[in-house]
């Protein structure tokens, strides 16, 4: 699992490229994306690495691209994952001053979930 904090004012779209150095794209075949990843840059990123992107087009796009419906579908975990998360008051509301805290306590959250820690 790889991620980054932002500013919540900067747009997720802004950190792709950052984020996805870190990634093990010789095992990666798909990459589901919500609407704010949706832009030439990021579709050009994933096809460079050869795999395909499965982000669906905003609504002032003059050419909408195609992308597969039932496997979006499978972005509901996703969004499930990020709910259990939230769970956690602290995460929800940003308690921690220091990012190495939020970080942890993010970290821990996820053990938690994952059933490997309590």
């Known amino acids: 699992m790889h991620f980054l904090l932002s500013a919540g ?4 779209v ?4 950052e984020l996805c150095k870190s990634w093990p794209w010789e095992s990666i075949t798909h990459v589901i994306g919500d609407k704010g990843y949706e832009a030439a840059k990021v579709r050009q ?3 460079s690495y050869g795999a395909t992107s ?3 087009p905003k609504v002032n796009r003059v050419f909408p691209g195609a992308y597969d419906k ?3 579908k499978t972005r509901v975990k996703i969004e499930h994952f990020f709910g259990y998360l939230k769970e956690n008051k602290r995460l929800a ?3 921690d001053k220091l990012d190495t805290t939020f970080t942890v306590f993010i970290c821990c959250s996820i053990l938690k979930l994952s059933t490997l820690l309590c």
């Open 9 to 12: 004012q900067n747009q997720d």
């Open 14 to 17: 802004s950190f792709f490229h």
């Open 45 to 47: 990123k994933i096809r």
């Open 54 to 56: 499965i982000i669906p």
């Open 70 to 72: 039932q496997m979006y």
């Open 93 to 95: 509301m940003r308690y």
